[in-house]
């Protein structure tokens, strides 16, 4: 019998883990009877009853996992050590607690898996939020897929089935801060997606802070693009130039009008400000794709530190990156 895992990752979720729970349970009641459940929930340390809801659901159900943080690590970091915890044939690596991501779609991202698709992956065709934050989060995915070398499609997150090769492979991607949606497309294979609602939240409220959200966006466009580099030397380019022309311009007209334009000197400040800021931008742009290449190498620590797991037999290999 195959085995399916659903990693949730949660923190301060009480009000959402049992409804979490019974969904993925049922769906495999029911619509997934000949496959085996292993649902994994990791905690971000969470300070409410999180974990001991967990515990309570763990204790009754072997198929429950639970893996509890030492410190919150953020939702990108637990949640790919949660996958990695994994034993599945296949794994879904991300149900949020929330159930913002329908679990109801499981079935038939198993059966595309079944199929010979390696990657099962979700489309956000449609979300439930404001307009404002939903045409930011439309601009940024079009940024990161316009500057990647790796082909995705806007609205694509980490709600995918992947099958255990392709979970293998990520193992051996050695990153300290995972951006999973973008990497099982770097691992490649057969792949397909499913569009679908993003929901709006139902109970509670979410805990990914601005800030959160802007580092995990800035994480994803630095590890999958050169975009903020090759903004920088782009900006360098163009401002030289206009430095340049604002310069020649500023000799031909001080020849002729200097005394009625301004002070002796003032002139030559101006170009030298324009001159030597885009040159800068330049320079630093070029040192940027240097250091872009280096950073992606030597970004070497443990995702997590884990201070309990829960329903798991012998440790399995690190997970450290």
């Known amino acids: 019998m195959k085995t399916i895992s659903v990693i949730t990752p949660c923190y301060n979720e009480e009000l959402n883990v049992g409804d979490c729970y019974e969904a993925i349970r049922q769906i495999f009641d029911n619509d997934l009877k000949g496959y085996q459940r292993e649902h994994i929930f990791c905690d971000n340390a969470s300070d409410d009853r999180t974990v001991e809801i967990l515990r309570e659901i763990a204790a009754h159900d072997p198929a429950v996992k639970v ?13 790919y050590n949660g996958v990695m915890a994994s034993t599945g044939d296949a794994v ?16 038939q991202f198993v059966k595309l898996w079944e199929a010979g698709n390696e990657i099962v992956y979700g489309i956000r065709a449609v979300r439930e939020e404001g307009r404002l934050m939903r045409g930011m989060r439309d601009a940024y995915y079009r940024v990161l897929t316009r500057f990647s070398e790796l082909k995705v499609p806007p609205g694509v ?3 995918q089935l992947v099958d255990r090769r392709v979970v293998e492979a990520m193992r051996h991607v050695r990153d300290a801060y995972p951006f999973m949606r973008m990497m ?6 057969r792949m397909v997606g499913v569009p679908y609602t993003w929901r709006e939240r139902k109970k509670g409220f979410s805990k990914n802070r601005a800030s959160a959200l802007i580092d995990q966006g800035l994480n994803g466009l630095v590890s999958f693009t050169t975009a903020p580099v090759r903004f920088g030397l782009l900006a360098g380019f163009v401002i030289s130039a206009v430095s340049i022309t604002y310069a020649i311009v500023n000799f031909i007209v001080g020849l002729v009008l200097y005394q009625k334009l301004a002070e002796p000197g003032i002139l030559t400040l101006i170009v030298a400000m324009f001159f030597f800021g885009g040159v800068q931008l ?28 829960v329903n798991f ?9």
Request: aromatic letters at 12%; one cysteine or more.
């Open 282 to 309: 330049f320079f630093m742009g070029m040192i940027g794709e240097y250091v872009l290449a280096i950073y992606g190498q030597v970004r070497e620590k443990p995702v997590v530190f884990e201070r309990e797991r």
């Open 157 to 159: 997150g980490d709600f």
């Open 184 to 189: 099982t497309f770097e691992c490649g294979g």
């Open 92 to 107: 879904l690596l991300f149900m949020p607690a929330d159930l913002q991501d329908p679990p109801e779609l499981l079935p």
């Open 67 to 79: 893996i509890v943080n030492a410190r919150n690590f953020g939702p990108l970091r637990n949640t």
């Open 313 to 321: 037999g012998p440790p399995p290999p690190s997970s450290g990156a």
